[in-house]
């Protein structure tokens, strides 16, 4: 979904960690998003998307619920964040993937553990070592912003329902009813029948009317 809305909006999406499931699927997948306004759009979607469905396993019909957790986090700066070479550990690695016979012959990839806050990022995707360990340093440097950033968002999460906090795992945001073909928004009360438009990208209609809605909850903000 993520993907294929990028793509429509002419944002580069990079892929920089991907951690598969054990069953299927992905257990986590970070990505970076480069282009104009890209957080101001996609922060509306941090919270938790769940998803509701019916197994090709399950002979009974029945509705199964899963859910995915997305934290939307902006990038930070060097200059946001100040990383002493004493407080980082770093250890390197073989990559494992795909990626034909170089993948397990070079320790190309990067773990970098921060060890004052105990924050690891892992970074494999480029052959290069240096490539993957500048990546794995800008998410590192985002994560440590983003913990002094969490304190603002929990602060405004409290006062609009539009912003839900990155770290509130029971924070349901949307639901995907598969077996209704419907998308409902929790946060606005807004539900839609064009599931299967949603997943392939076409979110523009909710994120617009969020927007509407949160800048109505900062003119309450201002009246107050």
């Not at 399950?58 to 946001?80: K, Y």
């Not at 970074?123 to 912003?145: F, G, H, I, P, V």
């Not at 770290?167 to 077996?179: E, V």
Request: aromatic share 6%.
């Amino acid at each position: 979904m993520y993907s294929k809305f990028c793509e429509q909006k002419g944002w580069r999406l990079e892929i920089s960690h991907i951690s598969e499931g054990t069953s299927g699927g992905f257990k986590e997948i970070v990505a970076t998003v480069t282009g104009e306004g890209v957080y101001g759009i996609l922060k509306y979607e941090s919270g938790v998307h769940r998803v509701q469905r019916v197994p090709q396993t399950e002979t009974q019909g029945r509705v199964h619920t899963s859910a995915a957790t997305v934290a939307v986090l902006p990038e930070a700066d060097e200059f946001d964040v100040e990383l002493r070479n004493e407080d980082i550990r770093r250890d390197e690695y073989c990559s494992s993937g795909p990626g034909g016979q170089s993948v397990n012959t070079t320790y190309s990839a990067i773990r970098l553990t921060h060890i004052p806050t105990g924050i690891v990022v892992t970074c494999q995707d480029q052959k290069s070592k240096l490539k993957n360990l500048d990546k794995a340093m800008t998410e590192l440097r985002s994560r440590l912003y983003n913990m002094e950033y969490q304190k603002y968002i929990d602060e405004i999460s409290s006062k609009r329902k539009t912003m839900v906090s990155t770290g509130d795992r029971s924070a349901k945001i949307r639901t995907y009813n598969w077996p209704q073909g419907r998308v409902t928004d929790h946060r606005i009360n807004l539900t839609m029948y064009n599931l299967q438009a949603i997943i392939n990208g076409d979110i523009h209609e909710i994120i617009e009317k969020l927007m509407i809605e949160e800048n109505a909850e900062k003119l309450k903000e201002t009246e107050i």
